[in-house]
């Protein structure tokens, strides 16, 4: 068990609809990672929060966004759902921000299904 | 462009057949290089990092080294339980990057 919690494990949904992923980090980590896990790609860097604060964006849409709050936990929201808007995403924590040489431990995931 | 490349894609060893996987890099400089386990289904699960180049860790029967243009994580007598995706991931100096390979999915037959 790698500590990082996320919730829920499945989510199936239709298009045009909007979901909320959630992710507690480790205790003490103050950096959360999001990333989007397709059949065909690898992981791909959504965004990173560390501390509260936006601190570096990678490839994710403008239907998305996220959030991390004062208690550490994060939140990513996905809007108008589409169909290749299935994967599986997955939340990181670490100690520090990616300034530092940081070691990066994953959740789980949430598989999302739209239909 | 910062690339990660992995091989091969997909490996069948029979238990006790060591072998290699291979982790391929382009960046302009190396902040860390990670390698992680990922079963079906679930998160990856780290194993390594490595920071320059010549630097080794080992862990059971995996074996991590490092060179300036690629990584190596040796399986020593593998048994079936090491089934999963071997993932490398590699984070260039001053970028916020993790880029991530596309994996060698290891099966490992009794």
């Known amino acids: 068990d790698s500590g990082v919690t996320q919730t829920p494990k499945h989510l199936i949904t239709a298009t045009g609809q909007r979901v909320t992923l959630r992710c507690s980090p480790r205790s003490g980590d103050l950096s959360v990672y999001w990333y989007q896990q397709s059949l065909d790609q690898g992981l791909q860097f959504l965004i990173h929060?560390?501390?509260?604060?936006?601190?570096a964006k990678g490839n994710i849409l403008e239907r998305f966004s996220a959030q991390q709050f004062p208690d550490l936990h994060s939140e990513l929201n996905l809007s108008s759902l589409e169909l290749g808007d299935s994967a599986l995403y997955f939340c990181a924590s670490s100690v520090g921000s990616w300034e530092s040489k940081n070691i990066q431990y994953f959740g789980a995931g949430t598989r999302l299904s739209v239909l | 462009e910062d690339q990660v490349t992995q091989s091969p894609e997909a490996l069948r060893l029979q238990e006790g057949e060591s072998s290699s996987l291979n982790c391929s890099y382009t960046?302009?400089?190396?902040?860390?290089l990670f390698w992680y386990r990922q079963d079906p289904g679930k998160g990856p699960e780290f194993l390594f990092t490595l920071y320059s180049a010549g630097e080794e860790k080992e862990k059971e029967r995996l074996k991590a080294t490092l060179t300036k243009k690629e990584s190596f994580l040796h399986i020593t007598a593998p048994k079936p339980e090491d089934s999963a995706t071997y993932l490398c991931a590699v984070q260039a100096s001053g970028t916020y990057k993790y880029i991530f390979g596309t994996g060698t999915r290891l099966k490992v037959l009794a």
């Open positions: 929060y560390y501390n509260g604060e936006e601190r």
């Open positions: 960046v302009s400089g190396l902040r860390g």
